[in-house]
């Protein structure tokens, strides 16, 4: 039997010790980043809170628009006293107060509309869980 050199053999254990290594660390996949979840969920949320917060800009606008316009209209149109009582059939022709009656009307249906269209879409989000 001849006789391997103690340097051959601490090479080939070298050797064979850097193969199964690699061949190791490349059959694992990375280990899996801290953060990783946190970022995939804010990824896959964020698109809607963007949408909502565009959708709700405009309900929003209409809610302050129709209180304001019922407070103005109380205030301005029919005066809670005997001479805001003698002058409204004058006072709710005018102008500002068609305007008023015209933003309240509108106002409550968009409303109304914002209430539907949640309701909807909360339905179907429950059916398509079944």
Known sequence: MPKVSRELREKEQEYVNMETQTEFEEELP????????IINIYETV??????VYFISKIYILWIFIHYISVQL?????????LWGF???????????CK????????GANTIDNMWNTIGVWFSTRLLQMN
């Open 30 to 37: 990375p280990p899996p980043r801290k953060w990783d979840k």
């Open 46 to 51: 964020v698109p809607y809170f963007r949408w």
């Open 73 to 81: 209209y109380v205030t301005h149109c029919v005066p809670s006293s």
């Open 86 to 96: 003698m002058s409204s059939p004058i006072l709710v022709s005018s102008p500002h």
């Open 99 to 106: 305007a008023a009656r015209w933003i309240i009307h509108n």
